[in-house]
Each structure stands twice: as structure tokens, then as C-alpha cells.
Nanobody, 123 residues
Framework: QVQLVESGGGLVQAGGSLKVSCAASGRTFSNAHMGWFRQAPGKEREFVAFITRSGITSVADSVKGRFTISRDNAKNTVYLQMNSLKPEDTSVYYC?????????????????WGQGTQVTVSS
């Protein structure tokens, strides 16, 4: 099993920045594809970004140029740096992990999910 614990969410003004973190435990972190999804009230869960075990990244078009995903295998932690935040970025942000061959943009592509951290962007 894998445990994922997010931290760093909070309230920020539009145009501001926030960095959320996800600490993983339970299996070899460096073997996992890691990612972030988000879900706003009344909306479907949405892909934000992933980083593969080899460090290849992919981000959603809606956050491209503003959000950056990174990982520190020595700390078993994945990060999401969010800049130029907009009110529409307000969501619960979930950290995900999977050990399959390919990283995915689909929620079904991840076996492990954190509890989520709330990010609220005020206008």
C-alpha cells in the first residue's frame, strides 16, 4: 500500500502563488508515476499534471505556463508550484500515485489517492 499526504493548501489572492506538497510512504517512491488532480464543487475530477518515474512531465492546457510539477525522490515528495492563480483554480487538489507502465491523464490510471488539500483563490 501507499499513503499520500498532501499539505500546503490555503487561501490566496488572484495572481498569487502557492506550493502544495505530497509526502508518500509505503512503497519505493522512485518507481511511481506521481500526479495531481483537482475537483471543484459540482464538477468532475480534472487532470492537472503528472511526473513519470523518469522525470517526464505533462500538465493540463488550463494550467500550462502557470503550474509546475516536480519531485524529490530523496524526500519521497512531489510538489505542485502554482503561479498566477485564478479564481477558477479553486478546488480540492489530490495527489495520486501509480506503479504501472505508463503515466495517465485519467483518474482511473491511478491506484493511490491522497485525502486532498483545499486551494481557494479569491478575486
Amino acid at each position: 500500500q501507499v499513503q499520500l499526504v498532501e499539505s500546503g493548501g490555503g487561501l490566496v489572492q488572484a495572481g498569487g502563488s502557492l506550493k502544495v506538497s505530497c509526502a508518500a510512504s509505503g512503497r519505493t517512491f522512485s518507481n511511481a508515476h506521481m500526479g495531481w488532480f483537482r475537483q471543484a464543487p459540482g464538477k468532475e475530477r480534472e487532470f492537472v499534471a503528472f511526473i513519470t518515474r523518469s522525470g517526464i512531465t505533462s500538465v493540463a492546457d488550463s494550467v500550462k505556463g502557470r503550474f509546475t510539477i516536480s519531485r524529490d525522490n530523496a524526500k519521497n515528495t512531489v510538489y505542485l508550484q502554482m503561479n498566477s492563480l485564478k479564481p477558477e483554480d479553486t478546488s480540492v487538489y489530490y495527489c495520486v500515485a501509480d506503479f504501472s507502465t505508463w503515466a495517465s491523464r485519467r483518474p482511473s490510471g491511478y491506484d493511490y489517492w491522497g485525502q486532498g488539500t483545499q486551494v481557494t483563490v479569491s478575486s
